[in-house]
């Protein structure tokens, strides 16, 4: 029994995901010398804050059987609108504004997305592009399209704080790790918590899995429906916020088209598309199989023109492999 | 208030008969009605498109929501008001879906349409319907299509010669010897393309010290740049210059190079714009960055579409915008030399 457990264990997806990181890090350093340092590991981090903020998101409503393509409206949005009234309306320099308003916004429509998807029970992917349309072209008829560049100093005093800076001893470069590094780490935690410990994310699991079961399992379906969506509203307004001051670049389409990407780092973690199963852990490893992937194409050496194809390729082996293990799990509990 | 309609209109009929009558008697060079324009004030000849026309022209940018074009909007309302003629701008937000928009445009009896194609391929049906029903086709930033789709072509320089100054800068910064990486919006960006080619050419000549590493995709997508300025950095650290295509990638490099402590040690070149790459030209991470004002094209393709239906399109006209003082004709593609190289000096002139 012990064995077997084992067994299951070093063939889960999680551990799979970790020994192709493993190779595929191999494979780079091999190729690059320059890959094996800590300045690797902080530019991971840097560039994977906003993936990994996002498929937080995007997680917690699969999770729930749900599917939200409105994540980069709406963060279009959160942070547009801030940065318009404070560069042409009314300059409020405070990081606290900028981030209440962002909130707000993402709340509003993460309100609308629990509305249309639990109230009036439309299908979560036709209401979520919905939402996108209202959002990203509401946006642009009502504030026309900037794109805002230098932020208030409240906010550019946190892009200036680093929670550490590597300086690469023979080239003397300084590797800066930004300290909002800490909001997708913490996000994680207390996600992982929600989900695991208490009665609401085990909620979600469980409308997820079965929408009528959970139901008659005394869970308040449309209740936990709305929680999902609201969370990731909310959160996609701080994440989006977090990228404004990172990427000192407020537009109204900078993040368009990411949630591809962010959806299939779910997928690739073992979030089902389906609903009901997915860890953060495993969104986590999703996440990070990508962004190393989207990172080191270049010092593995392939040429550009090669470069989306083989990202491409990545994203659909790791959808295989998670379809695969689930059959397989599947199949063993029939057996 | 019907007479007063009357007397307004006939007022204005009144203006444009003068003001053309005006530029018809008075060659270029006495007519220094040149307005206020900070952009203009050493270009005296933009005065001279101060003739209103009552042709029915309208300009289609790539699409809306950026700020290029807003700037061009700038231009054509510029030129409105200074000239009291009633040309139309309008496009689709994102782009994508500009052939739609143009074709839904053709319902309406333009005289002619000036359009910066955002798919050439998808806009060549449009363009032969319109030419169909009589109306004159001016097209931007659209050398290499298809010359029989439309009538006449306006560039503000001609690529090679834009990407060429590239490499004397950097050659100039970095003394001609070092290791640099060229950035495109994408492969298969001609401009773009023909830019890092140009330069690429022109260093193998000139600077034969200087190795290019590679060039690389941004999606024109500031992010990108930035994670591929850093990728490719930490990969070869004697890196010496950077050229950008998009105006996104020297953004994104030059925030890289400053978190890396680099700066001033990485030279960086490229096509920006003030609005986004103003600040790093303000600390001196970009010593310069080249642009050509979307509002003089706006202004150019209008002088073109103009010219084109008083059947005066010749080579070395004028077309009343700064920059396209003097067009080249080269096979139907007429280049202006609008390039402008936008240092901490001039950027007040180039906001946009």
């Known amino acids: 029994m012990k064995e077997k457990n084992k067994y299951a264990f070093l063939t889960s997806t999680q551990m799979i995901l970790v020994y192709v990181i493993i190779a595929f890090s191999l494979v780079v350093g091999f190729r690059q010398p320059a890959f094996f340092s800590p300045a690797t590991i902080i530019t991971i981090c840097r560039t994977g804050i906003f993936t990994m903020c996002f498929a937080l998101c995007e997680m917690v409503v699969i999770l729930s059987g749900g599917i939200d393509v409105s994540f980069p409206a709406i963060g ?81 005093a946190i892009y200036n704080t680093n929670l550490i800076t590597y300086t690469a ?167 | ?70 700037r061009m909007e700038e231009g054509v309302n510029q030129y409105n008001e200074e000239t009291g ?53 001016i097209t931007h930033e659209a050398a290499s299509m298809d010359s029989s789709v439309r009538d006449y072509d306006i560039e503000a320089f001609k690529n090679a010669d834009y990407g060429a100054n590239f490499m004397e800068e950097l050659g100039a910064l970095t003394g001609g010897k070092g290791k640099y990486i060229q950035f495109v919006g994408s492969l298969t960006s001609v401009s773009h393309m023909e830019w890092c080619d140009a330069a690429q050419k022109l260093q193998e000549e000139k600077f034969p010290d200087m190795e290019c590493i590679g060039r690389f995709e941004t999606a024109d997508d500031t992010t990108s740049s930035y994670d591929q300025t850093k990728e490719l950095l930490t990969a070869n650290p004697d890196i010496v210059a950077i050229e950008g295509s998009a105006s996104t990638d020297i953004v994104g490099a030059a925030q890289a190079v400053e978190e890396m402590g680099l700066a001033g040690k990485v030279s960086i070149v490229g096509t920006s714009m003030t609005s986004i790459a103003g600040q790093y030209v303000e600390d001196g991470t970009i010593a310069s960055f080249s642009v050509w004002d979307p509002a003089e094209a706006g202004k150019a393709m209008i002088g073109l579409a103009i010219a084109a239906l008083d059947g005066t399109v010749e080579d070395g006209m004028s077309l009343g915008a700064s920059g396209y003082e003097s067009i080249t004709d080269v096979d139907g593609v007429f280049y202006g030399n609008a390039r402008v190289d936008v240092t901490k000096d001039n950027m007040a002139n180039y906001d946009f």
């Open chain 2, 85 to 137: 003629s009633d040309i139309f701008y309008g496009g689709s937000a994102e782009g994508a879906d500009q052939a739609s928009y143009v074709e839904s445009l053709l319902a309406e009896d333009w005289d002619a349409i000036c359009v910066v194609p955002f798919d050439s391929e998808a806009m060549m049906p449009i363009f032969e319907k319109a030419r169909a029903q009589g109306i004159k086709v």
């Open chain 1, 76 to 156: 279009c949005v959160a942070m547009y609108v801030p940065m318009y009234i404070v560069n042409r309306v009314y300059k409020i320099d405070s990081a606290f504004f900028a981030f209440a308003v962002a909130i707000i916004i993402g709340l509003l429509f993460g309100l609308l997305n629990g509305f249309l998807v639990s109230v009036l029970e439309l299908p979560p992917l036709i209401a979520t592009l919905a939402t996108s349309s209202v959002a990203s072209g509401g946006v642009v008829t009502l504030l026309g399209t900037r794109e805002f560049t230098n932020l208030p100093s409240s906010l550019q």
């Open chain 1, 169 to 335: 001893p023979d080239s003397g470069f300084t590797y800066p790790l930004n300290v909002l590094i800490l909001v997708p780490v913490v996000a994680a935690l207390l996600v992982s918590w929600v989900l695991r410990k208490t009665m609401l994310g085990r909620g979600l699991y469980a409308i997820g899995g079965d929408k009528n079961a959970a139901r008659v399992a005394g869970f308040n379906v449309r209740k936990l429906q709305f929680i999902a969506y609201v969370f990731s509203g909310v959160f996609t307004g701080i994440a989006a916020m977090i990228y404004n001051i990172l990427m000192h670049s407020a537009t109204t389409s900078a993040l368009m088209g990411d949630e591809m990407i962010t959806i299939a780092a779910c997928v690739i973690g073992g979030v089902r598309i389906t609903g009901g199963h997915g860890t953060v852990l495993g969104t986590f490893l999703g996440v990070l199989l990508i962004t190393l992937v989207q990172n080191n194409l270049n010092m593995l050496g392939i040429p550009t023109s090669w470069q989306r194809f083989v990202v491409g390729i990545v994203i659909l082996l790791g959808t295989i492999l998670t379809s695969w293990q689930a059959k397989r799990s599947m199949n063993a509990g029939r057996a």
């Open chain 2, 1 to 70: 208030m019907m007479k007063k309609i009357i007397s307004v209109m006939a007022a204005a009929a009144l203006v444009t008969v003068m003001l053309s009558g005006c530029t018809d008697a008075a060659p270029a060079a006495s007519a220094p009605a040149a307005p206020a324009e900070a952009a203009a004030d050493d270009a005296a000849p933009a005065g001279e498109a101060a003739s209103g026309t009552s042709y029915k022209i309208a300009v289609v940018p790539k699409m809306t929501n950026i700020a290029w074009f807003q």
